[in-house]
């Protein structure tokens, strides 16, 4: 998917699909459109629960679940314990600070010639909505936090 989609895409794309449109699975899509960014799923719960307190967080799961099935979001994990969850749409890469926790979202192009390079040598197929990559930020870097990255590497 080109495009971040919009609650109405994500119900339509279901109904195409052949599936059923509850209005948990609305709900979920409208959490995930209004947060513009990563979510986990208890906060995608959180958040469900606060307009629709019946719907279990296993019910949540087997909606995040269809949806990805759907291409309507992916999954990331961001060095953090839980995975987070955001709408499918133009490909990005995450930096993730091992200190403060800060990610940022990069363009996938960064990754253009490790991926040649990794199909090319290892004939592995680079599955860039999942690419996460942690370090440091300048900022914890300046202000001298944790100890020196010990790949010697430096940005």
């Known amino acids: 998917m080109s495009t971040t989609p919009d609650v109405e895409t994500m119900v339509s794309t279901v109904r195409g699909a052949a599936k059923r449109v509850t209005a948990a699975k609305r709900t979920v899509a ?3 459109v209004e947060a513009h ?13 606060r307009q629709r307190p ?3 967080p296993s019910t949540i799961y087997r909606i995040l679940e269809e949806f990805e099935e759907l291409e309507l979001v992916v999954h990331a994990h961001l060095g953090q314990p839980a995975a987070v969850y955001h ?7 995450h930096l993730t600070c091992e200190i403060c926790q800060r990610t940022v979202e990069i363009p996938s192009s960064h990754f253009d ?4 390079e990794l199909l090319a040598r290892y004939g592995f197929q680079l599955d860039r909505h999942h690419l996460a990559l942690s370090g440091r930020c300048r900022a914890c870097r300046d202000a001298g936090a944790g100890t020196a990255i010990t790949s010697g590497a430096t940005a």
């Open 113 to 116: 010639a490790l991926s040649r």
């Open 54 to 56: 019946e719907v279990s």
């Open 30 to 32: 409208e959490v995930l």
């Open 87 to 93: 709408l499918a749409g133009i490909v990005h890469g």
């Open 37 to 49: 960014g990563h979510l986990t799923v208890d906060e995608i719960t959180s958040a469900v629960q």
